[in-house]
C-alpha cells in the first residue's frame, strides 16, 4: 500500500529515534570538590544554636561569600531548594494572613503556593506576550488596599522589567521579591537579574543553569531581611532573643529546616564557577538554531528584552495559529512523532488549578481565602490573565532542548523535524 504521507504521525519514518539525552553540567571538579568533604566527615555544619555554626558549615559559609562576590550583593543565603528560599523570602518582608501579594500565573507552582503558608493570597497579574514575565500594567490594576508585595518572576532566562517593577512598588510602598530560578547571570541594563529587588531567589535544581541537585539561595542587600532568612532556614525561634541574632520583630520567625549541607555546596562553588561558560554554552546553541530557524513560517524566535541578556533556560517560541492554519496542539503532535518532544504551552495559568479554583488550600475551612483575616476579594475565573491564557491554550511552544552536553547536531535534528511537519501541513 502506498504511504499517504511522509509524516510519522501519518505513517512516515521518523526524523530521530535517538532519545535526547539529558542535562550534565557537572565533572571532575565537583567530584573532588565532594571527595575533599568526605574526607572531612563533616556533612553538614549546621546547628540550631548562637554559634557561627548557626550560619553553617565551611563549605556553605564559603559557597554563600562566593555567591555574594559573583552577584554584587550584600548578603546570600543558602537553602535546601529555591521553594525554600521563597519561604523564606516571603517570611522575611512580612507577609500575613489577608495581606495580597502580586505573583505570575505563569510560573512554576510553588512560586504562588508559597505565599499561602504565611496567610496571604495571591494575586494574579497577566504577562507580556513576548517576553512572558509580569506585565507592569497588568500588576498596576492588580493593586488594592490589602496589596503588600510583587513576587515577579524571571521566566525562560531574561529578566523581568525591573525599573518598571520597582517604580510601581516605590509608589505603592511594596515588596519585591524575584523568583530568578530560570535566569542566573542573566542581565539586565547591566545588572545581575535576580539583583534589582528587596529579595532575589535562585535555585540550583538538577535541571537548571547550573545545579548541585537541589538547592537555592536567597540574595538581598538588607541586613535585617538576611538575618530573618538565616533565622527561618534554621529554627530561629530558639535564638530571637539573644543579641545579635534578635530581629526587629518577631512576625514569621517560627523557623524551620532549610539547611544546605556541606556535599551540596561544594558541587554548587564548582558550579557557580562555571556559571558564565554554562550559560554561553546555552546561548550559543541557542544562536545556532535560530539561525537556522529564521526563515521558518509557523514560528516567531524569542524575543530578548532590550537592555539585557538571556540564558535561555528554555527556548519558547510563538505559534500563530491563523497563518498556519492549523492547531498548535496537532502541530506539536506532529512534531513529537518526529521524535522532536518540544511541547505546547509552558504551565496551565496558576489560577486554574483546584486550589484555587475551589478556594481549598490550608485545612478544609477556606484558609487563607475567607475569613476575618482577609477583607478583600479575589478573583481566580478564567479570563483574569488572557495573554497567559493563549500562551498556554494555543500560542508558545517550549523547547527545553538547549543545555550540555546537547550539540548543534541535535539542533539540527529539531530543526529537520520542524521543517518536515511544515512541508507536510497540507497532511495535517
Not at 95 to 105: F, K, L, R, Y
Not at 211 to 232: F, K, N, P, W, Y
Not at 284 to 301: F, G, M, P, Q
Amino acid at each position: 500500500m502506498r504511504q499517504l504521507s511522509e509524516l510519522a504521525l501519518l505513517g512516515g519514518k521518523p526524523v530521530r529515534s535517538a532519545i535526547f539525552p539529558g542535562s550534565v553540567t557537572t565533572g571532575e571538579e565537583e567530584i573532588r570538590s565532594v571527595t575533599e568533604v568526605l574526607r572531612t566527615g563533616l556533612l553538614s555544619g549546621f546547628v540550631g544554636s548562637p554559634s557561627p555554626e548557626f550560619f553553617g558549615g565551611p563549605m556553605v559559609q564559603k559557597f554563600e561569600r562566593s555567591w555574594s562576590e559573583t552577584f554584587e550583593i550584600g548578603y546570600s543565603v543558602s537553602c535546601n531548594s529555591a521553594t525554600s528560599a521563597l519561604f523564606m523570602a516571603l517570611g522575611a518582608v512580612g507577609i500575613c494572613p489577608g495581606d495580597e501579594v502580586i505573583v505570575s500565573p505563569y510560573t512554576m507552582s510553588a512560586t504562588a503556593t508559597s505565599i499561602l503558608f504565611y496567610g496571604g493570597i495571591p494575586v494574579f497579574a497577566d504577562i507580556e506576550p513576548d517576553y512572558f514575565c509580569l506585565d507592569p500594567i497588568s500588576i498596576e490594576e492588580k493593586i488594592t488596599p490589602f496589596t503588600k508585595a510583587i513576587l515577579t518572576t524571571d521566566i525562560h532566562g531574561q529578566s523581568s522589567d525591573m525599573n518598571a517593577i520597582n517604580r510601581i512598588a516605590r509608589q505603592h510602598d511594596l515588596k519585591v521579591i524575584i523568583d530568578c530560578a530560570q535566569a542566573p547571570g542573566a542581565k539586565y541594563n547591566g545588572r545581575l537579574a535576580g539583583t534589582l529587588g528587596d529579595i532575589g531567589i535562585f535555585s540550583l535544581n538538577r535541571h537548571k543553569n547550573i545545579q548541585c541537585g537541589e538547592g537555592g539561595v536567597a540574595v538581598t542587600s538588607d541586613h535585617e531581611l538576611a538575618l530573618r532568612m538565616q533565622l527561618i532556614r534554621n529554627h530561629g525561634e530558639n535564638l530571637v532573643d539573644i543579641p545579635g541574632y534578635a530581629p526587629q520583630s518577631l512576625i514569621n520567625m517560627v523557623g524551620l529546616n532549610f539547611r544546605m549541607t556541606e556535599i551540596e555546596a561544594a558541587i554548587a562553588i564548582e558550579q557557580l564557577k562555571k556559571m558564565e561558560r554554562l550559560n554561553q554554552y546555552r546561548v550559543d546553541l541557542v544562536a545556532y538554531l535560530n539561525e537556522r530557524l529564521s526563515k521558518n513560517i509557523c514560528l516567531t524566535l524569542p524575543s530578548v528584552r532590550p537592555g539585557s541578556t538571556h540564558v535561555y533556560y528554555m527556548h519558547v517560541m510563538l505559534f500563530d495559529e491563523g497563518s498556519v492554519g492549523i492547531q498548535r496542539t496537532k502541530f506539536v503532535q506532529a512534531l513529537n512523532a518526529e521524535g522532536i518532544p518540544l511541547r505546547g504551552g509552558y504551565v496551565r495559568p496558576l489560577y486554574l488549578e483546584p486550589i484555587f479554583q475551589k478556594k481549598i488550600a490550608l485545612g478544609d475551612k477556606g484558609f487563607p481565602f475567607v475569613g476575618e483575616h482577609y477583607k478583600g476579594n479575589v478573583d481566580y475565573s478564567k479570563g483574569i490573565c488572557p495573554v497567559a491564557e493563549e500562551a498556554w491554550e494555543k500560542r508558545s511552544v517550549v523547547n527545553p532542548f538547549i543545555y550540555p552536553p546537547l550539540t548543534k547536531n541535535d539542533m539540527d535534528d529539531i530543526v529537520k523535524g520542524l521543517e518536515k511537519v511544515i512541508k507536510n501541513l497540507k497532511d495535517l
